[in-house]
T-cell receptor, first 115, second 111 residues
Framework: DAGVTQSPTHLIKTRGQQVTLRCSPK?????VSWYQQALGQGPQFIFQYYEEEERQRGNFPDRFSGHQFPNYSSELNVNALLLGDSALYLCASSLGYSLTYNEQFFGPGTRLTVL | AQRVTQPEKLLSVFKGAPVELKCNYS??????LFWYVQYSRQRLQLLLR??SRESIKGFTADLNKGETSFHLKKPFAQEEDSAMYYCALSAGGTSYGKLTFGQGTILTVHP
């Protein structure tokens, strides 16, 4: 099992463009969370998907949207890119969505640079 | 809202010395606390969680609700402990999946 995979590894965009990042969860996992990690900062929660629905959302504008597919893979879309969106985007997968914590396994991340 | 603070960005110790990575949090409810570690060129991974009360790789962390702290300790640091360490908090309830991370502490263990 390759664990959580993300594509692409690196991406360069210009301001105003739109970007789509992809994530495949660890085998057997059905929940996907996305985090943004700016340089020198800890990861910041964007949102979480379970059963193809957004279940929780962090303090991010509507320019950030996502999707989860029936095979549990997920996409993160960012519209109208700003310079401040430059960051490492991490995907994490876990099993189940419940009232107890289920360990999140992180992917290697996608490095987005906005020029 | 919850917040996690790691006051030290960098921490250097010599091999065999004790190490303590500090973590303070603010949250009005009963949080669940974690330490995550990222070794060089590896992914972020869970090191330990307070609720399990385990010792992983010789590290322990005690949740002090009075001081709202969750410091990570190891009595004898090893060179392989050199890594980035993040303290994280989960608010529980329906927010279990949402982790709030601190800024991280880079630990360097010198030979």
């Amino acid at each position: 099992d390759a664990g959580v995979t993300q594509s692409p590894t690196h991406l360069i965009k210009t301001r105003g463009q739109q970007v789509t990042l992809r994530c495949s969860p660890k085998s057997g996992h059905d929940t996907v969370s996305w985090y943004q990690q700016a340089l020198g900062q800890g990861p910041q929660f964007i949102f979480q998907y379970y059963e193809e629905e957004e279940r929780q959302r962090g303090n991010f504008p509507d320019r950030f949207s996502g999707h989860q597919f029936p095979n549990y893979s997920s996409e993160l879309n960012v519209n109208a890119l700003l310079l401040g969106d430059s960051a490492l985007y991490l995907c994490a997968s876990s099993l189940g969505y419940s009232l107890t914590y289920n360990e999140q396994f992180f992917g290697p991340g996608t490095r987005l640079t906005v020029l | 809202a919850q917040r996690v603070t790691q006051p030290e960005k960098l921490l250097s110790v010599f091999k065999g010395a004790p190490v303590e990575l500090k973590c303070n949090y603010s949250y009005s409810g009963s949080p669940e606390l974690f330490w995550y570690v990222q070794y060089s060129r590896q992914r972020l991974q869970l090191l330990l969680r307070h609720i399990s009360r385990e010792s992983i790789k010789g590290f322990t962390a005690d949740l002090n609700k009075g001081e709202t702290s969750f410091h990570l300790k190891k009595p004898f640091a090893q060179e392989e402990d050199s890594a980035m360490y993040y303290c994280a908090l989960s608010a529980g309830g329906t927010s279990y999946g949402k982790l709030t991370f601190g800024q991280g502490t880079i630990l360097t263990v010198h030979p």
